[in-house]
């Protein structure tokens, strides 16, 4: 699956940037219509757990063990006795009881709980407990007992699939998406529901990032009311930038996993086109949808990435692994020279350098990938009924954009206080067939490769250095892979990411030279106000 966005003068689906690499700035607090949900309320959310959330207290040093810590570490902690992955999910529900809802510091992230979360997790300590009496090696690098969240347009039998939507709020289906399957196969925990840009971004226009409709005004931990979140994968960088789980799954059509990443100093990874299956995902284009991990760190990354189904291994059965090793040394990077401008970045090539990367300076000229708006428009016309006729609730078949539309109308005030102008440009699309599409689909995808492959020829390169989704567009259209990594954070205290962009299919890539330049600067630094 795919994604992108940027040569358009709509800023949807990923955020407040362009393949221009300029930055707009993001819409002040005061001008959000809605913050708090209208559909959700706290305690509810938490349902039949909640008695033992609010009760859980923390014992010992849970926070050290826990706060900022990789998937290895958490797993050492618990397999050496002094943590289980009962109290692990506790921990991560009272923090989501804490700060996300109805409070000074909301962030407003999660949509759902998991009610069956705590099974879940019982049955890890149980499946724990059972290797160490037989004697079995435990392995650091795995998913068991790990508490995900799930960007809510991501099918799961647990909750329902929202995709922000208030019409959606009674989707429960009876499948889980492949991916969650791949997760749960590995023994990870599904936590809950991360909010989301209502419709991934696709839906109204106007509006700010991580709103919707059902989960209310996401917010950025690094600046509640003052930077913005990135979309559309919005609760799913904050609730990991905030620690509310170990990692979170996100999607992303073009920049909707790398904008919220490097929005929240959190690692992202927007895979090779169909590296993922989209089977239960609420779709915009299946050409070029994909899900991708998000993580606080590489190495959690690439254990996600290689449990979400990678073609290569990152991370041997034994545990060990090649990114201690990592290195940038005589890589031949692509830099694109406007972008220098950024102190964050001219910063982070220097570091590379030294490092002994080879720098490579590009122009600013990039295709124009006109029509793109139109891709979209005829994807979505298309694949949502067939989402609706396959993968949703039952209640949902035969619905289109155009029912959506119609039932929105019925309590616009709460289901679309920025109206749906993107949906309406769905439905005004001038039908094409679908041999004309496919030519005009694959045109597009031919001018991005041969853009990025011409430069790859020219100059001898490995691959692109970008920042945030600036760059995103192209790459989501010439099925190229990108990975963004925490560079620091600006004078106001915004974080911004490094965003590597490899070659179609050369994902390992990306995980080398993110490991390399996450291990030389180690730049992700914990918001300030939670912390406790």
């Not at 904050?238 to 909707?256: H, L, M, W």
């Not at 029912?403 to 949906?423: A, C, E, W």
């Not at 890539?509 to 914990?526: D, G, P």
Request: glycine letters at 8%.
């Amino acid at each position: 699956m795919r994604k992108i966005l940027y040569f358009l003068p709509l800023l949807f689906l990923a955020c407040k940037s362009s393949d221009t690499g300029v930055k707009s700035s993001s819409k002040d607090f005061r001008e959000f219509k809605v913050i708090d949900s209208k559909y959700l309320v706290k305690d509810q959310i938490f349902g039949d757990l909640l008695d033992e959330v609010v009760s859980f207290r923390e014992s010992g040093n849970l926070k050290d063990l826990i706060l900022e810590k990789s998937i290895p570490e958490i797993q050492e902690a618990i397999a050496s006795g002094q943590l289980s992955y009962r109290d692990l999910t506790l921990f991560y529900l009272k923090r989501i009881y804490k700060y996300d809802r109805e409070n000074s510091k909301s962030l407003n992230a999660v949509i759902s709980i998991n009610p069956n979360v705590l099974k879940q997790a019982d049955a890890a300590d149980k499946d724990l407990a059972f290797l160490k009496e037989d004697g079995a090696d435990i392995v650091y690098h795995t998913l068991r007992g790990m508490p995900l969240l799930l960007k809510d347009n991501i099918n799961t039998i647990d909750m329902p699939t929202t995709a922000g939507a208030a019409v959606l709020i009674g989707n429960q289906t009876s499948q889980n998406a492949k991916i969650v399957n791949n997760l749960r196969q590995e023994g990870a925990v599904i936590l809950g529901k991360a909010n989301l840009s209502e419709w991934a971004y696709f839906f109204c226009g106007d509006c700010p990032s991580g709103y919707s409709a059902v989960g209310g005004q996401t917010l950025n931990p690094y600046g509640r009311r003052s930077l913005d979140t990135g979309g559309s994968s919005s609760g799913s960088g904050v609730a990991v930038a905030a620690n509310f789980a170990v990692a979170a799954i996100g999607t992303e059509t073009s920049g909707s996993i790398l904008s919220p990443s490097s929005q929240n100093s959190v690692v992202g990874y927007k895979p090779s086109t169909g590296t993922f299956s989209g089977s239960g995902i609420v779709p915009i284009s299946s050409y070029l949808d994909t899900a991708g991990p998000m993580t606080k760190n590489v190495i959690d990354n690439a254990i996600l990435s290689q449990a979400l189904g990678v073609p290569f291994e990152l991370i041997e059965r034994s545990g060990a692994h090649n990114l201690e090793n990592a290195t940038v040394k005589g890589v031949r990077f692509g830099v694109w020279a406007s972008f220098r401008e950024n102190p964050l970045y001219a910063q982070a090539l220097l570091d590379l350098e030294k490092a002994g990367a080879v720098l490579i300076e590009l122009n600013d000229t990039r295709p124009q990938l006109d029509g793109f708006l139109k891709l979209l428009n005829a994807d979505m016309k298309r694949d949502l009924p067939a989402y609706f006729a396959g993968q949703s609730n039952s209640k949902y078949r035969g619905w289109d954009v155009n029912t959506v539309m119609d039932l929105n109308k019925k309590d616009s005030i709460r289901s679309m206080p920025y109206g749906q102008s993107l949906f309406q440009g769905i439905i005004d699309e001038p039908s094409i067939t679908d041999g004309e599409f496919w030519e005009f689909k694959t045109a597009m995808t031919a001018r991005a490769q041969e853009y990025f492959d011409k430069l790859i020829k020219t100059h001898d390169l490995s691959g692109f250095i970008s920042i945030n989704n600036y760059t995103a567009g192209t790459a989501a259209v010439a099925f190229f892979p990108a990975m963004t990594v925490p560079m620091g954070y600006d004078d106001k205290g915004e974080p911004y990411g490094l965003t590597f962009i490899a070659p179609n299919e050369e994902d390992r890539l990306l995980f080398n030279w993110a490991a390399a330049y996450e291990k030389m600067t180690h730049h992700r630094v914990m918001p300030q106000d939670y912390k406790n």
